[in-house]
């Protein structure tokens, strides 16, 4: 086994002899989900075992499916895990903090997508709401947009024959 330079040997270290890095890790800084996450983004290009060695550490084990640049290789795929497991870890706990407004989006998204609201539904509805504003006429009637306006002579005419 290889010590990767700049990387603790207890947290990362490489296996020349099988061509494979190994990531050892805190269970208390890395939820299994942004593990799983992380392992994702390689299994393209990695195979990725992911194992349990001990109730508070998490191991991945990568080994490029292509070897061609030797331990550089290796050192370059532990540098982008570690970079992408950060990234998971980040994306989830975003994702836990906010998890009451994305359940609210994703069920007014379903709501809408259930079909327009019943007679039931609309009779419940207040329909006297102020008119909103619309500073670019874009709520504006085709009829009221393209009305031909008139000479305002012949309104004042029009009015007198009427009276």
Request: aromatic share 8%.
């Amino acid at each position: 086994m290889t010590m990767i330079e700049g990387i603790p040997e207890d947290l990362a270290h490489v296996d020349l002899d099988e061509k494979r890095a190994i990531l050892d890790l805190d269970a208390s800084l890395y939820p299994v989900e942004a593990l799983y996450g992380a392992a994702y983004v390689f299994i393209d290009r990695c195979y990725v075992f992911l194992d349990r060695p001990a109730p508070q550490k998490l191991r991945i084990v990568v080994t490029p499916k292509s070897l061609e640049g030797g331990e550089a290789q290796l050192r370059q795929v532990v540098g982008e895990l570690a970079n992408e497991l950060v990234s998971a870890a980040w994306r989830h706990q975003i994702t836990q903090e906010n998890r009451a407004r994305i359940e609210a989006v994703t069920m007014q998204a379903i709501s809408g997508a259930m079909g327009p609201p019943s007679l039931d539904d609309l009779e419940d509805f207040d329909f006297t709401d102020e008119a909103f504003e619309d500073p670019l006429g874009i709520a504006m009637s085709w009829e009221e947009k393209y009305a031909k306006k008139s000479d305002p002579a012949e309104e004042t005419a029009a009015k007198g024959e009427e009276e």
